[in-house]
């Protein structure tokens, strides 16, 4: 039993010990072997590898894809008319050389974010202060991002001590006023709307003015030319009226005494409660109610 329990306790050491000689490095990972502190060995391509057992050497390892820094402060930076603004943006960014990125930046990737950070702030702050807001807004923008992505590369790829990094590509998702001028902008086109609406208002109530004034005189007129046709109308009926009782009654003026004796009477009895007292033998205005066909014999005779 102790020699089998010898060979077990043997192989299980073998086995660690082979364990911590292997490591796999993936498709997407540089792997970085570490002697004593000091990098041994980069691994760039995937697959199985050999190293020594700690302490003798470690592994640790690093991403090789594209990585994205979105920018993560909120300060303000002035442009060439001292007005305040926030800019939003992002960079593309990936690890080109682990060993000189290693030594000069950190061992992982959130130190290069954190240096990046500053790195791209100061350029964005350098550019903005050489231009307006309206060339921010306009197409000028594209222009600042190639100014900053130049100026980073430089930054991280000049001097005694390279980044090890390549910067892909550098874009600004907002640009905007900071909240007190912001409220301050949207005052102010508020008020130029209002006061454009409150110009549109009044022009068209001078149209309308303007237009209802023109109707009513266009009526005005046409009423009195109604008038003075109907009035015309009237006038020419009434002198035929006229000339016609006149040829009718030249034939028998008795006939038309009797006729406009009849004519007053309605007139003056249109209503049933109508009375008067008088006497009709004392006036001629009866005379025909007296003897009517006496009367009217007589005018014939």
């Known amino acids: 039993m102790s020699k089998i329990g010898f ?3 043997s192989l299980l050491i073998a086995l660690a010990l082979g364990s911590s000689m292997l490591f796999v490095v993936d498709q997407r990972q540089f792997g970085v ?8 060995e980069v691994i ?3 697959g199985l590898n050999v190293k020594l057992p700690p302490p003798f050497q470690n592994v640790r390892y690093i991403d090789k894809r594209l990585l994205t820094l979105d920018s993560s402060d ?3 930076m002035l442009t060439a008319e001292k007005q305040r603004v926030v800019i939003d943006w992002y960079v593309r960014w990936r690890i080109s050389d682990p060993s000189a990125y290693i030594r000069n930046v950190g061992p992982d990737e959130a130190a290069g974010a954190m240096q990046l950070n500053r790195v791209v702030r100061n350029s964005f702050q350098e550019e903005v202060n050489r231009r307006t ?8 923008r594209d222009a600042l991002m190639s100014d900053v992505k130049r100026e980073v590369l430089e930054a991280v790829r000049s001097g005694a001590k390279p980044w090890g990094i390549d910067i892909v590509d550098v874009r600004i998702t907002r640009i905007d006023y900071v909240e007190a001028i912001t409220a301050s902008v949207y005052g102010r086109m508020e008020a130029e709307r209002q006061r454009v609406a409150n110009e549109l208002r009044s022009t068209g109530a001078a149209e309308a003015e303007k237009i209802r004034a023109d109707a009513d005189k266009q009526r ?3 009423v009195a030319n109604a008038y003075r046709d109907a009035q015309k ?5 009434d002198a035929q009226a006229a000339r016609v009782y006149a040829e009718a009654f030249g034939r028998d003026p008795n006939f038309a005494q009797f006729y406009r004796s009849l004519d007053a009477y309605k007139s003056s009895f249109s209503k049933k409660s109508d009375v008067m007292v008088i006497d009709p033998s004392s006036t001629e205005f009866f005379k025909n109610l007296v003897a009517p066909t006496a009367t009217a ?5």
């Open 7 to 9: 060979w077990i306790t």
């Open 33 to 40: 072997v570490y002697a004593l502190g000091q990098i041994k």
């Open 44 to 46: 760039t391509e995937p």
């Open 74 to 76: 909120t300060e303000s």
């Open 133 to 140: 807001v309206r060339e921010l807004l306009s197409t000028k």
């Open 220 to 222: 005005d007129v046409i």
């Open 233 to 237: 109308v009237k006038g020419d009926g």
């Open 297 to 301: 014999t007589r005018g014939r005779q």
